[in-house]
């Protein structure tokens, strides 16, 4: 039903800069929450960043004030900018589209792209 894409990650030594991108097909994800996700080998996927429809944005904890999270509706696209990258960031991103619940994006679709890899190292 929903296709994403994610793309932009990369290596990158710490302290520096990566700007994520998801894109969407189907109309649903200009509507509902878009999260960003991330997963290390062996740890629970965990919730980076969420957008709702109208651009209010919320962070985990080990985040805030580092990463971005915004999206452009009119190209199906949201995007996590992360600034400050520290090693603890190494993970493959994915992004998701949340179900309008209680906390936002508690519950997703399931629509995980592939995810793209973020390594930062020295």
């Known amino acids: 039903q929903v296709q994403l894409v994610e793309s932009g990650g990369g290596l990158v030594q710490p302290g520096g800069s990566l700007r994520l991108s998801c894109a969407a097909s189907?109309?649903?994800?200009?509507?509902?929450?878009v999260a960003w996700y991330r997963q290390v080998p062996g740890k629970q996927r965990e919730l980076v960043a969420a957008?709702?429809?109208?651009?209010?944005?919320s962070y985990a904890d080990s985040v805030k004030d580092r990463f971005t999270i915004s999206r452009d509706n009119a190209k199906n696209t949201v995007y996590l900018q992360m600034n400050s990258l520290k090693t603890e960031d190494t993970a493959v991103y994915y992004c998701d589209v949340c179900k309008p619940v209680q906390p936002v994006c508690a519950s997703t679709f399931g629509f995980w792209g592939q995810g793209t890899q973020v390594t930062v190292s020295s």
């Open positions: 957008v709702t429809r109208t651009g209010t944005a």
């Open positions: 189907g109309s649903i994800f200009s509507i509902l929450p």
